[in-house]
């Protein structure tokens, strides 16, 4: 009795399947028969008409026997365009995540109070927001401070000087080289403005200001020293070499922070020494460096 009732079931089933599919079947011809109706030189396949086949690919297994008009794989591109133009309709319309963007008036307060307080780091200003209640981080104020317009002026006035006095000026600097042994050389220059000369060359394991001392007085005999001398902010370079620098009748001009634009004559020479030499020669020790500056 069970059995029957189970052969029963089956038959039913198989029979409402195969009327189903045969449902199907018509449908995807007439809808394929008003496609050839439109009035086209070729009949065109519109929106409409994809999304019904791409709903009937997922519906019905069958549908591959019943489409003339176009081939499986145009089917399956299509629901893939379907998918890509969701996703992307999702993202340019769901809620945008992370922190709020901070509105044009806050920006134009940054950048009135980076100008008149070039003194203020990120953390003094993010405080004198909070006290006027803006809900702001620290980091955003930096990001900010650092795309705050710059006044020109301070540029110029260097600028002006570099082309004034170039004549009176020598610049010094330090630049590292790298050994075969992995050993680290540093190699100290002073080098003029004036027809960009070489003044002095030497080498050292480790720098220090009484080294540096001892080149300048190398660099400059005999009273030649120049008027001004250009140097950045390194460790070496403190007060000791300042006073004597002083004592050769040099003015020292120091560079700011984070500006190797204002020795450019320098940093020029150091990456010419690296694209022209040490990107070619591997240094073996510091006599084969000081033999290779030489040269």
């Known amino acids: 009795m069970l059995r029957s009732l189970r052969l029963l079931f089956v038959l039913l089933v198989r029979s409402a399947r195969s009327r189903r599919n ?12 008003g496609v050839l109706k439109q009035r086209h030189p070729q009949p065109r396949f519109a929106a409409p008409d994809k999304l019904f086949w791409v ?6 297994p069958g549908w591959k026997q019943a489409l003339i008009l176009v081939q499986p794989e145009t089917v399956v591109r299509w629901h893939r365009d379907g998918f890509k133009w969701y996703w992307t ?24 109070m980076v100008a008149e307080n070039p003194t203020w780091g990120a953390p003094r200003i993010h405080g004198e927001l909070k006290m006027l209640g803006f809900d702001i981080s620290e ?19 260097w600028t002006t000087f570099l082309s004034n006095h170039r004549e009176a000026i020598a610049a010094m600097d330090f630049f590292t080289v790298p050994t075969l042994t992995f050993d680290v050389l540093y190699c100290f220059f002073v ?6 000369r070489i003044l002095h060359c030497n080498v050292t394991r480790h720098p220090s200001s009484a080294w540096v001392v001892q080149q300048l007085r190398e660099a400059f005999p005999n009273d030649s020293a120049p008027g001004y001398l250009i140097f950045d ?3 070496q370079f403190n007060e000791e070499v300042v006073d004597t620098m002083k004592s050769f009748g040099i ?17 020029r020479w150091v990456g010419n020494c690296r694209r022209d030499l040490f990107d070619h020669v591997i240094v073996l020790n510091e006599r084969h460096l000081k033999r290779l500056m030489s040269e």
């Not at 309709?89 to 940054?110: F, T």
């Not at 104020?141 to 002026?153: G, Q």
Request: hydrophobic share 35%.
């Open 22 to 33: 045969l449902l199907l079947e018509n449908l995807a011809l007439r809808q394929q028969l």
């Open 139 to 157: 980091r955003t104020v930096l990001r900010w401070m650092r795309k705050a317009p710059r006044d020109p002026e301070p540029a110029k006035r």
């Open 89 to 112: 309709w999702l993202s340019r319309h769901r809620n945008r995540a992370g922190r709020k963007c901070i509105n044009k008036q806050l920006r134009q307060l940054i950048f009135r």
């Open 191 to 196: 080098i003029a403005h004036d027809r960009r």
């Open 251 to 267: 003015q020292p001009k120091r560079t700011s922070f984070r500006s190797p634009w204002q020795n450019g004559v320098a940093e």
């Open 55 to 60: 709903t009937l690919r997922w519906l019905w």
């Open 233 to 235: 902010r390194g460790s």
